[in-house]
């Protein structure tokens, strides 16, 4: 059983390629028990055309609300054999300091869940600037780290945190996967707050992806397994898989093999959310 909290639709994000019919229907013949969509809302971040990557969210709610179907009505679906996934609303909230009291006004509206995501650090996207990149990246972690402990210190209503591992994917360096090793102490600092506000951890199958991409084997390129079992250790429970699509092509990538490695490391559970309010089911059931 998979839910994937983390999609992306064209025309509200720049970014997505993807309609709502044809995330909605992929869903359904996947088989998946649920899915929501959370399109970026990224105060003071533009594209090169000059849009701002936010959109309405009133009409957001509105076009999507009618679709909503909880997780008990898609279980009880599926005993009558039908096909028709849970879907829940959500929004990727991109952090940055000087937006902090827009965004907790924004988490007042009725979404089921909160992405929080940092998409830019030193005023600069990781995408665009590699000279982000050119200091080393273990300098650069740790203060990608340090952005994401104030996140969800300044977010505490946040339900999820969102791939803690971003800026790996886009460094210009072959060897960029993200290790709990020289970065322990940032780490923990984040895991214990997470676990102090309730905020799930998302494992997001685009940076294993791309780190695929640079030449890793789908083994070496899953999260740090020290990563994952030293949030464990601090007593943290939440989590969530996603694939981060944008697209048809990206539906549930890498998804079994990584559910296959959680497995592994003794993560049975996933978290969903309803209305704001947390949910776990067994990815076994």
Not at 37 to 52: K, N
Not at 228 to 240: A, I, K, M, N, V
Request: charged content about 25%.
């Amino acid at each position: 059983m998979y839910i994937d909290l983390h999609n992306h639709l064209a025309g509200w994000s720049p970014d997505a390629a993807q309609s709502w019919e044809e995330l909605s229907s992929g869903m359904a013949r996947a088989g998946v028990l649920g899915f929501g969509i959370s399109d970026h809302y990224d105060l003071g971040s533009f594209t090169s055309e000059g849009r701002e990557w936010t959109f309405d969210t009133d009409q957001y709610l509105q076009t999507f609300g009618p679709y909503r179907r909880s997780l008990a009505e898609a279980q009880a679906g599926r005993t009558k054999g039908k096909k028709q996934p849970a879907f829940a609303i959500g929004i990727e909230l991109g952090y940055q300091k000087q937006y902090v009291e827009q965004i907790r006004e924004l988490m007042q509206k009725d979404f089921d869940y909160f992405l929080c995501s940092i998409h830019q650090i030193y005023g600069a996207d990781p995408y665009d600037d590699k000279g982000l990149y050119e200091d080393g990246l273990l300098p650069l972690y740790r203060n990608y780290l340090a952005t994401i402990l104030e996140a969800v210190t300044n977010l505490p209503q946040s339900s999820v945190l969102a791939h803690y591992d971003f800026i790996s994917r886009y460094a210009p360096q072959a060897k960029s996967k993200m290790h709990f090793k020289g970065l322990e102490g940032e780490f923990e600092a984040i895991f214990k707050k997470l676990i102090e506000e309730g905020i799930a951890l998302e494992i997001n199958t685009g940076t294993v992806a791309a780190l695929i991409n640079k030449g890793y084997s789908l083994e070496e390129a899953m999260p740090d397994r020290d990563i994952l079992l030293r949030y464990r250790d601090l007593g943290g429970e939440l989590f969530t898989l996603t694939t981060d699509s944008h697209s048809v092509q990206k539906h549930l990538r890498l998804i079994p093999e990584t559910l296959s490695y959680l497995a592994s490391l003794g993560i049975t559970q996933l978290c969903h959310f309803e209305k704001q309010k947390l949910d776990l089911y067994e990815i076994n059931a």
